[in-house]
């Protein structure tokens, strides 16, 4: 009997963006680290997601990564649809807060 490959390396399943929390991992299209969610931009009660804020080491301003660059997310990690240059060329978010994620 063979076992499934699968079992062996298990992939997290994708959850929602509600489901973001400040801290988590982000990282380019090559998987590359690029820095860390500070902030959740989007309206539950609407159910739009307007993107991230993300705090890079070594930035005084979060970049500020527009929803249709989100390309997975998974416990503790966002992947981007960026490479590094791509990310590095984002401007900084300095909106105030438009998160209304309603957290339990």
Do not use: C
């Not at 159910?47 to 005084?60: N, P, T, W, Y």
């Not at 979060?62 to 649809?81: C, D, Q």
């Amino acid at each position: 009997m063979m076992s499934d490959m699968t079992d062996l390396n298990p992939e997290p399943d994708p959850v929602s963006w509600y489901s973001i929390v400040p801290g988590w991992l982000v990282v380019a299209d090559d998987n590359a680290p690029l820095g860390t969610v500070q902030e959740v931009l989007g309206s539950a009660s609407d159910d739009i997601f307007d993107g991230l804020a993300v705090a890079v080491e070594g930035h005084e301003k979060p970049k500020y990564v527009e929803a249709e660059f989100v390309a997975g997310i998974v416990p503790g990690l966002i992947h981007l649809r960026l490479s590094v240059d791509d990310f590095a060329a984002l401007d900084g978010h300095d909106a105030p807060a438009q998160a209304d994620v309603e957290r339990g």
